[in-house]
């Protein structure tokens, strides 16, 4: 198995990128092994980018950095995504997450501590309640000011 690996970048924007693996659980057969990217930007502070990775084929999805953190402790989410942690005696523990519709989804585990490191990473760049202070409003809304004044 291959090391988690976690870039971080501070200049110009605060940005950190997991690369780590994952497996694609599905009931009654062997796990898929995956390549997992979880990314992070202080420009879209509240959202966490997954892309899943197999030969060939690759998937992206969106989803809130705060269900996350919340999945960490306890089962989070409704709808189209859920995470929750699974911990059995005398195991390190998995992060589990459900992306998709009950009946059409895909679950896949990661390693629960190195999520949760990669979290905290992500936290030291845009601490929790100051998400809001990341986005950009006055570029988004100076174009959209000017011409109502013109």
């Not at 989070?76 to 009950?102: F, M, N, S, Y």
């Given at each position: ?9 501070v200049?110009?924007?605060?940005v ?13 057969r062997?796990a898929v092994?995956?390549?997992?990217e979880?990314h992070?930007?202080a ?9 899943l990775r197999t ?5 992206r999805w ?7 953190l919340?999945?960490?402790?306890r089962?989070?989410?409704?709808g189209d995504?859920?995470v929750?942690p ?5 195991t390190p523990?998995?992060l589990c997450i ?5 009946r059409a989804?895909?679950?896949?585990q990661?390693?629960?501590d190195v ?6 990473v992500?936290?030291q ?10 986005l950009?409003?006055?570029d988004?809304?100076a174009?959209?000011?000017?011409r109502e004044e013109?």
């Amino acid at each position: 198995m291959s090391k988690p690996v976690t870039l971080t970048e501070v200049h110009p924007h605060r940005v950190t990128t997991l690369r780590h693996h994952a497996h694609l659980v599905r009931a009654d057969r062997p796990a898929v092994p995956l390549d997992l990217e979880l990314h992070y930007t202080a420009l879209d502070p509240f959202a966490i980018r997954v892309v899943l990775r197999t030969e060939g084929a690759s998937v992206r999805w969106s989803l809130s950095r705060e269900a996350l953190l919340l999945g960490l402790r306890r089962h989070e989410g409704i709808g189209d995504v859920a995470v929750w942690p699974v911990r059995p005696p005398g195991t390190p523990g998995r992060l589990c997450i459900r992306l998709g519709p009950l009946r059409a989804c895909a679950v896949f585990q990661a390693d629960w501590d190195v999520i949760s490191d990669w979290l905290d990473v992500t936290l030291q760049l845009v601490p929790a309640g100051t998400e809001s202070d990341h986005l950009q409003w006055e570029d988004f809304l100076a174009p959209l000011l000017g011409r109502e004044e013109a």
